[in-house]
RNA sequence: CGGGGCGUAGCGCAGUCUGGUAGCGCGCACGGUUCGGGACCGUGAGGUCGGAGGUUCGAAUCCUCUCGCCCCGACCA
């Protein structure tokens, strides 16, 4: 058979095999990548838009937005931060005054030059060449910049510190490719700026937000992540040192899910943000910067999410416990009702978000499966036999469980399953984090590992040359020096020199 | 910027090689039968075939130019 009409039979075979699972996602361990981006569309969270690089989030996705923002902003105040919001723009001399900061984020800045348009002649728009900027403005790739050159008025005396700042907003950067919720050319995120009188303050803070992070990570998101340290290489550009939560992907890959910077004195000097202190001594601000994005989202779906769609953690899900009537008839249909009302408002007093979904366009089996693929933690079945046996079905997302359960006190049973759910998922996650780390003490062992996937523990020189080469040679990055690394005496996985701890390398979002 | 692919109904695609009435599935509307895991039957609406120019009696199809998107690399939270 010619090799032509070969590659037709398959193609064919193929769409025919298509159009069968139309419904069904893509497998994740046949195709990862293409799992994550069906999710994501199937499940309602968000679509690219007609803008390059940027994305749609769809009400579904962002109402699980609004819940982490909601949780951590509450963190945020509980922590004495307070939220302010400072310029779109920033002038590009801003930007140019801390030098490596300029450096780090000049490749991928969106710029205005232009601040008016005209009829075109030959139709549409055009720019208008009289209305060029005397300076252009960066749209923020981040606010240290221009939050700086406020504090300078901000900040006279020891007694205006600390000033604990929060803004949540849009950023942009100009990234060449885009990914849903994991790299998109506009996205959101909030942004903590903080100024210190002591060198001492600042670490603390720049370690109590990364806490703050992990915590949020571990918690809400069931998420478990290392904290570290990243290496000089992979640091904030304008930052002393950079701390991050590190956390493993299904498919073996790392995802930086939070940053917290230590910028020491920098931007306060490039900004000229001095205080007077006690001693009536002229002293430059101590800074730090923390942030953590709508990239959390990608963590969210890759760490639990499974062949079915979304598994969503009760404490982020928008709707908690769906409640699907089984019925054939209108009556039936009032009778469930009827029956339902109850429990509706028993776990709404309980503050359970919870939908009932009497919609008839769709039959039960239809909603089962869609209520599945969106990650709904709780489903109640309710069906004339159950209100005959006074019983209901309980399905868990997490486990894909089902259970008949007694109607009496089936909201208390609910609200300790969403404890349980939120638990179990963590625990999973957590699991195959360790099952997934491998400490490694041969570099033939690295490459081969580091083809598998997961978080490997090896030796590591310390220096720059030896990290690059790892990178070249392998894809992996140095993703933390973790903070609870214990000293341990060994041989550099790379160069044969010697180390002091392991470090943690994985190829990486 | 290098390599590959794709623009045809709201979505997913066939048709292009070999020019001749623009199709299929899903979704949508209406009617009916169904209903404990993505129901079925019937009827119907929906298209400047990405754009511009050219060849031709005739272009989704051939030629030229152009715009856009997706995937793989370099960059990155």
Not at 113 to 121: D, S, V
Not at 137 to 143: D, E, F, H, K, V
Request: charged share 25%.
């Amino acid at each position: 058979m010619p090799y032509h009409s070969h590659f037709t039979s398959v193609s064919s075979v193929i769409s025919v095999a298509e159009q069968f699972m139309a419904k069904a996602l893509p497998k994740r361990s046949e195709n990862y990548s293409e799992w994550y981006n069906e999710i994501v569309k199937r499940a309602d969270l968000a679509e690219n838009s007609a803008v390059r690089g940027c994305m749609v989030i769809k009400p579904y996705g962002f109402a699980i937005w609004e819940k982490m923002q909601r949780a951590l902003d509450d963190m945020f105040k509980a922590t004495g931060h307070q939220n302010a919001y400072f310029p779109l723009f920033v002038p590009k001399s801003f930007l140019e005054k801390e030098e490596e900061h300029a450096e780090g984020f000049a490749k991928e800045c969106a710029v205005v030059t232009h601040y008016r348009l005209k009829a075109n002649p030959e139709g549409g728009l055009m720019v208008d060449p009289n209305a060029k900027l005397e300076e252009e403005l960066i749209i923020r790739p981040t606010s240290e910049a221009v939050i700086w050159n406020t504090y300078k008025n901000w900040i006279q005396s020891w007694r205006d510190l600390p000033l604990l700042i929060n803004q949540w907003c849009n950023i942009v950067r100009w990234e060449m490719r885009t990914r849903l919720f994991l790299r998109t050319t506009e996205f959101l995120w909030q942004e903590g700026h903080t100024a210190h009188a002591t060198e001492q303050e600042a670490v603390e803070e720049t370690e109590r937000m990364l806490g703050v992070y992990a915590t949020f990570a571990e918690d809400w998101i069931a998420l478990p992540v290392l904290k570290g340290l990243k290496s000089p290489n992979e640091r904030f550009a304008g930052a002393i040192e950079t701390y991050c939560i590190e956390a493993l992907m299904q498919d073996g890959k790392a995802l930086q899910s939070g940053t917290s910077h230590f910028l020491g004195q920098n931007f306060a000097k490039a900004f000229d943000v001095k205080f007077v202190n006690k001693e009536n001594e002229q002293e430059y601000a101590w800074a730090t910067s923390w942030g953590v994005s709508t990239r959390l989202m990608g963590a969210l779906i890759m760490a639990h999410s499974d062949d079915q769609g979304l598994v969503l953690p009760p404490k982020l899900a928008p709707i908690q416990v769906v409640i699907i009537p089984i019925y054939r008839s209108p009556e039936d249909l009032v009778t469930i009702s009827e029956a339902v009302a109850p429990i509706v408002e028993e776990l709404k007093a309980s503050g359970i978000s919870v939908k009932y979904d009497d919609n008839d366009n769709q039959r039960s089996g239809w909603k089962f499966a869609e209520y599945e693929l969106r990650g709904v933690p709780i489903r109640l079945g309710l069906g004339m036999r159950d209100l005959e046996a006074g019983t209901v079905e309980v399905a868990r997302r997490d486990n894909l469980s089902k259970e008949s359960r007694p109607l009496e006190g089936i909201a208390d049973h609910v609200k300790t399953l969403l404890n349980e759910i939120q638990v179990n998922i963590y625990q999973k996650a957590f699991k195959f984090r360790e099952d997934n780390t491998y400490r490694v003490d041969t570099w033939d062992a690295f490459k081969d590992q580091i083809e598998k996937g997961g978080f490997i523990m090896a030796h590591w020189d310390g220096t720059a040359e030896t990290e690059e080469k790892i990178k070249e040679e392998t894809k992996a990055t140095i993703r933390c020096i973790p903070l609870d690394a214990v000293e341990e005496v060994g041989k550099c996985i790379y160069s044969g020199a010697d180390s002091k701890m392991r470090v943690v390398f994985a190829r990486a979002y």
